[in-house]
């Protein structure tokens, strides 16, 4: 569709839940309230990037570590006290879709045994290979992180949820659980681990590069044909996998999306390809984190919130193929697009023109690679809404910033300019670098 944007609580068939999502937005937290327009990451998502770390469960106190710190592969990782041996350092390496973890002591990658998908199975050192299993992606939970298995979607966790030093660490399914959180403290020198997360001055995000959209194209591991939509709930790894199955693939208004997430919810990890529908439905504030859209259908994303005081996070990943829209934001607040690529598209970002409630809506671009595509941003000056950008490489012509003024529903936007203009399109010559 073009600029004629879908209003939110217009699809049949969810018009309740929509109803429902716009209630339960509309007292959000003080929390959600904090959070500005500004691209700044809170300390959990700035915490853990690159490094050297000792992790510690939050359930129990104890450090994870390589028994004995042997050097020998195949054997499984248990939880000790902190500070008691050598196999208690872990390297933290930034790779497609997560982290490869190595044990300083040993040099081997920390693994699921015979990349198992499977609840329950050992964590293990192994040779480094790449192979499924050895991914890892860093979720905040509680006062630390699940570590979760991009291969098969579970969390680092204790053999039955125990706070004993000697614990064997397995996978299990991802919850709220205390031994399925873990804290990294910047390894070396200090008095050891704490159940806070350290801030280190680099951030390494999802999607690979340098924090600017400019890293390779990961590859799926495996594929999930799926012909309804998936309630994502408040978390949602896909370990990876591509999704399909949804709608024909066109500009049709009206398809289904193939997930919805809840208010405050987490998707991560994940491929979509067409067909994909309406791709991700946000009905109140989200993180949509190293996402993936090989062939953006409909939209990628729709932001659905009437709060004024929601926060959308795009955080990694990349879309190609969108004939029109990349990211469509029919509700009220602000999106956040972080280290993020865009290939062959139309619009990577519309404030809706001609929603049934006229919003002042927000976004904020920082790090975003753009090539073959014709805008970064379309926003409606009537309503004051505003777009920030910064750290921009665009191949190509590409606008950054285009203006319209809002209509009525049933009536068109027009288009009134583009361009930076210090009150709504927000940069300057040195945020945008042209190739």
């Not at 998936?230 to 990876?240: E, I, R, S, Y």
Request: with cysteine.
């Amino acid at each position: 569709m073009g600029t004629s944007d879908r209003p939110p609580g217009t699809r049949r068939p969810r018009g309740t839940r929509w109803r429902l999502a716009a209630a339960a937005a509309a007292s959000a937290t003080a929390l959600a309230a904090t959070l500005a327009a500004l691209p700044v990451a809170s300390p959990a998502e700035a915490a853990v990037g690159a490094g050297t770390y000792a992790v510690s469960n939050s359930g129990s106190g104890l450090c994870l570590d390589v028994p004995g710190a042997s050097t020998a592969a195949g054997v499984q990782l248990q939880q000790a006290a902190c500070g008691s041996g050598a196999g208690q350092k872990w390297a933290l390496t930034a790779v497609g879709g997560g982290f490869r973890i190595t044990s300083v002591a040993s040099g081997l990658c920390v693994g699921v045994r015979d990349a198992s998908t499977s609840a329950g199975k050992a964590v293990e050192q192994e040779s480094c290979t790449g192979a499924a299993g050895q991914v890892w992606s860093l979720t905040e939970s509680g006062s630390g992180y699940r570590v979760v298995d991009t291969n098969g979607g579970k969390c680092l966790n204790l053999k039955d949820n125990s706070t004993s030093a000697g614990a064997l660490v397995q996978t299990n399914s991802c919850d709220s659980a205390a031994t399925k959180q873990w804290a990294f403290t910047v390894a070396g020198g200090g008095s050891g681990p704490t159940t806070t997360t350290t801030t280190t001055t680099t951030t390494t995000q999802p999607g690979g590069g340098s924090g600017d959209g400019s890293g390779a194209w990961p590859s799926d591991t495996g594929s999930v044909h799926q012909t309804t939509t998936v309630n994502a709930g408040t978390f949602f790894d896909g370990g990876m996998k591509r999704y399909y199955g949804i709608g024909d693939g066109g500009q049709g208004e009206s398809q289904d999306p193939m997930f919805e997430v809840a208010n405050g919810g987490t998707i991560q990890n994940v491929f979509l390809d067409a067909p994909a529908g309406d791709g991700i439905h946000c009905l109140g504030s989200c993180t949509i984190r190293n996402v993936w859209w090989n062939d953006v259908g409909e939209d990628a994303a729709t932001f659905l919130s009437p709060s004024s005081s929601a926060t959308y996070l795009v955080d990694g990943g990349g879309a190609k193929s969108a004939a029109d829209k990349v990211f469509q934001h029919n509700g009220a607040g602000t999106v956040t697009i972080r280290n993020f690529q865009v290939h062959s598209s139309g619009k990577l970002y519309r404030a809706c023109g001609n929603c049934t409630t006229s919003y002042k809506r927000n976004v904020v671009m920082d790090g975003v690679t753009a090539r073959s595509t014709k805008v970064l941003a379309g926003i409606n000056t009537n309503w004051g809404d505003t777009a920030r950008f910064s750290r921009i490489t665009v191949y190509g012509t590409t606008s950054i910033c285009d203006k319209y003024k809002g209509a009525p529903k049933g009536e068109e936007p027009t288009k009134i300019g583009s361009g930076a203009d210090g009150v709504n399109c927000l940069y300057q010559a040195s945020d945008i670098t042209q190739k």
